[in-house]
């Protein structure tokens, strides 16, 4: 562990954590102090971690670091000195010590899509306007003139909050898995669209559990799609409106590249919560169809995923257990398991719109986590879409951040299983690492390129 100093600014200087020299989750520190005062830093900054200096000459200093250094929870702790008066010394380590997971945003400068506003354009690519915290619009050209804003793409990936990670012999059911709601979408107009990246980038973005809604098409079970529709099925009528994937993107061509990734990543449990399954005929008519049952679950299974539809099992398995029955030939873990209507709680509440803004997000969070549940669960931490066109809010994600984060509100999403949100690119690789997700620098990179790339696609971005 290094120290190491950046280009001074006027009589100030800001210290951060090097963490090149080993592979260690990346902790922030920041640090301003008087010129004069620098040479104190080093050892503020160490014992601030309960370690000691081992050197401090000229503009660098070296903390030693423990080998459990990890388990002892020294990386989730970080520190802010500020020294206000021109020649007092930086304030005592008391009074500015905190236990916040805290990361320098990101910030990356964009050009609007002319029929776009800036929150619409970061939100895709996963943060908020960094003028105004989320609402300020970009000033937009005329015509086909696009206008800029700057972006704030969250930390990226933190420190897992102390105590979120299950502990041993923990069930699979008080287990904590960022999930995305309809992840399968990413390929849909604007209509029920909640994601833009496709499956694999919404695993490098953190996600590990998904929320996938089938139809076979034609009754065919080897063309098994994606979809999210709104089904009549009253007497006389079994009409769908609403999204279907391409026949290039069904089950069959999106599960094998899946594998390969949790194969690369052999630590992380991946989820399939399948749901809302259905057949559609030639006529166009659709069908309710077991989950759980008959030819579902075998498509799954018959491309190598492990799947579990005994819903009393998944009740009573502890996380280990779980682990065990998905581990895949190739090293990684994979499950699939009936969802919303089978063997989990969807915890579904239609009036958690937008109307009600964050507070009545917050307010359903608190609801539906003081509820004792005996079963996996889905806590919906996003606005519930009317009719098809669903809400999406990048600065949503960003306080459920806040409240898997902030000490004060950590409680909060305490024993959270399947913690599920819209736009993956929002925050995504924040909550996860958060929640105790492990998230390579590669993925991560990946998952901000491809978000990036999403924009433009859209159009919403020109750059």
């Known amino acids: 562990l290094k120290l190491r100093w950046l280009k001074p600014l006027g009589s100030n200087r800001q210290l951060i954590w090097d963490f090149t020299k080993r592979t260690l989750p990346a902790l922030p520190v920041e640090a301003m102090a008087h010129a004069s ?28 670091l423990p080998e459990d250094a990890e388990a002892s929870g020294l990386l989730q702790k970080q520190m802010s000195l500020s020294h206000l008066g021109s020649d007092a010394p930086p304030t005592s380590l008391g009074q500015t010590a905190s236990t916040a997971v805290y990361r320098r945003p990101r910030l990356v400068p964009v050009k609007v899509g002319a029929n776009s506003t800036c929150a619409e354009s970061c939100a895709i690519m996963g943060g908020v306007p960094a003028e105004s915290g989320g609402t300020q619009e970009a000033p937009q050209g ?24 299950p502990s041993s012999g923990a069930l699979f059911r008080e287990s904590p898995f960022l999930m995305t709601h309809d992840a399968a979408t990413y390929s849909a107009d604007y209509t029920a669209k909640t994601q833009y990246v496709d499956l694999v980038s919404q695993l490098r973005c953190g996600v590990r559990a998904f929320d996938l809604r089938t139809v076979a098409w034609y009754d065919d079970y080897r063309r098994l799609k994606y979809q999210h529709v709104t089904v009549d099925e ?41 749901s809302h399954c259905y057949t559609r005929d030639r006529w166009a008519c659709w069908r309710s169809r077991s989950c759980s049952e008959g030819e579902l679950p075998g498509v799954f299974s018959d491309l190598g995923v492990k799947t579990m539809t005994d819903c009393d099992k998944l009740n009573s398995w502890t996380l280990e257990e779980a682990k065990s029955f998905a581990r895949l030939p190739g090293g990684g873990m994979l499950l699939m398991i009936p969802g919303e209507g089978y063997c989990v709680e969807g915890n579904w509440d239609p009036d958690v719109t937008l109307a009600g803004g964050v507070d009545g997000v917050r307010s359903y969070v608190e609801k539906t986590m003081a509820a004792s549940h005996e079963a996996p669960f889905q806590v919906q931490a996003f606005f519930q879409q009317k009719f098809i066109t669903p809400e999406l809010s990048a600065d949503l994600n960003k306080n459920v951040y806040e409240w898997v984060t902030t000490p004060s509100d950590a409680p909060l999403l305490k024993g959270v299983n399947f913690l599920e949100v819209n736009l993956a690119c929002a925050y995504g690789t924040s909550i996860s690492s958060a929640l105790g997700a492990t998230i390579s620098d590669e993925d991560g990179n990946q998952c901000q390129q491809a978000c990036q790339d999403a924009c433009k696609r859209s159009g919403a971005c020109t750059q």
């Open 142 to 165: 005329a015509g086909s003139s696009p206008g800029g804003c700057t972006c704030d793409l969250g930390p990226g990936v933190v420190p897992a909050v102390r105590g979120a990670a």
């Open 234 to 274: 009253r007497v006389g009528t079994c009409k769908a409106i609403g999204f279907v994937s391409d026949d290039d993107q069904r089950v069959q061509d999106t599960v094998p590249a899946m594998i390969e990734w949790c194969n690369k990543n052999p630590t992380e449990l991946v989820v399939l919560v399948v």
């Open 37 to 64: 005062w620098a040479w104190r830093i080093p050892l503020f900054g160490c014992l601030a971690l309960g370690t000691r200096p081992v050197a401090a000459s000229g503009d660098e200093g070296a903390c030693s």
